[in-house]
Every structure is written in structure tokens, then in C-alpha cells.
């Protein structure tokens, strides 16, 4: 956690255009897993 934040602060647009992502896609895999189990 400690290096991510350093490195977010190095570079706050693209760390956090990634963060963005990662969380996209995560909340889009468990909304899938839910469905599936729905």
C-alpha cells in the first residue's frame, strides 16, 4: 500500500487512470459472478 501510494503521488494521472480500471473491471467480474449466481 505504501509504495502504491508513493508511486501514485510520482505519477497521479496514469496511477490513477489504472486504479479507475482495475476497479471497472472488478466491480464488472463480481456484478458477473452475481448474475451467474442470481
Known amino acids: 500500500m505504501i ?3 508513493a ?5 497521479p494521472e496514469k496511477q490513477k487512470s ?3 480500471e482495475a476497479a471497472l ?3 464488472g467480474f ?3 459472478r ?3 449466481a442470481m
Open 3 to 5: 509504495g502504491s501510494a
Open 7 to 11: 508511486s501514485r503521488r510520482r505519477e
Open 18 to 20: 489504472a486504479a479507475d
Open 25 to 27: 473491471f472488478f466491480v
Open 30 to 32: 463480481w456484478w458477473a
Open 34 to 36: 452475481q448474475a451467474r
